[in-house]
């Protein structure tokens, strides 16, 4: 079965670090591209991240510079580390599997989110 | 990066069509082929139902249908069923990043 499974939420303190982890199954990270998503409690979903397939990584705006997105092929997984929290990083973070549409003989990824996790929630708070 | 427009809201009885419009910019929703919809019903994981504009991944009704002109992309639900009211967001690719619409509220009358 194909699916990504989050964790590593929790209660942190403004100011403190924590890592999340994406650990995928049924396909191979390192060929796709993984999103992170996160919804703030009764707000809408923010993007906040994508690695690509080839490596290169993006961030929203609002966390560059704090969170860093990696990967480690051995583990099938993805991490999101946060740090310098900020109570407005308060959401549960979601992680997304990138589509692929197929173009016969090739395929090319359709920047969507095919696959998601049931989200690991994230309290920043003093 | 600012979020995609989206009514905060839309409703139609069962049956009926609702149709849910998303405003982005010539950066965005105009210049890529690449707006993708999510339901989410509460407290779940969203859920892909439609890609590349107007795709619909396997298994997601052809009631649900998208469509797209100039800068506003566009979903319709056709005859409303009890179980498609959630919330919906659109997303569209934007060199890089992915940009995700505020969100309507589909109420089921």
């Known amino acids: 079965e194909v699916q990504v499974v989050e964790t590593g939420g929790g209660l942190i303190h403004p100011g403190g670090s924590l890592r999340l982890s994406c650990a995928a199954s049924g396909f191979i990270v390192s060929s796709n591209y993984i999103y992170w998503v996160r919804q703030a409690p009764g707000k809408g979903l923010e993007w906040i991240s994508v690695?690509?397939?080839?490596?290169?990584?993006y961030y929203a705006d609002s966390v560059q510079g704090r969170f860093t997105i990696s990967r480690d092929n051995s583990k099938n997984t993805v991490y999101l580390q946060m740090n310098n929290l900020r109570a407005e990083d308060t959401a549960i973070y979601y992680c997304?599997?990138?589509?692929?549409?197929?173009?016969?003989?090739?395929?090319?990824?359709?920047?969507?989110?095919?696959?998601w996790g049931q989200g690991t929630t994230v309290t920043v708070s003093s | 990066q600012s979020a995609l427009t989206q009514p905060p809201s839309a409703s139609g009885s069962p049956g009926q069509s609702v149709t849910i419009s998303c405003t982005g910019t010539?950066?965005?929703?105009?210049?890529?082929?690449?707006v993708s919809w999510y339901q989410q019903h509460p407290g779940k994981a969203p859920k892909l139902i439609i890609y590349e504009v107007s795709k619909r991944p396997s298994g997601v009704p052809d009631r649900f249908s998208g469509s797209k002109s100039g800068t506003t992309a566009s979903l319709t639900v056709s005859g409303l069923q009890a179980e498609d009211e959630a919330d919906y967001y659109c997303c569209s690719y934007a060199t890089n990043i992915n940009v995700f619409g505020s969100g309507t509220k589909v109420t089921v009358l």
């Open positions: 690695i690509y397939a080839g490596g290169p990584s």
């Open positions: 010539s950066s965005d929703v105009a210049r890529f082929n690449y």
């Open positions: 997304a599997r990138g589509g692929i549409t197929s173009a016969s003989p090739s395929f090319y990824y359709s920047y969507s989110m095919d696959v």
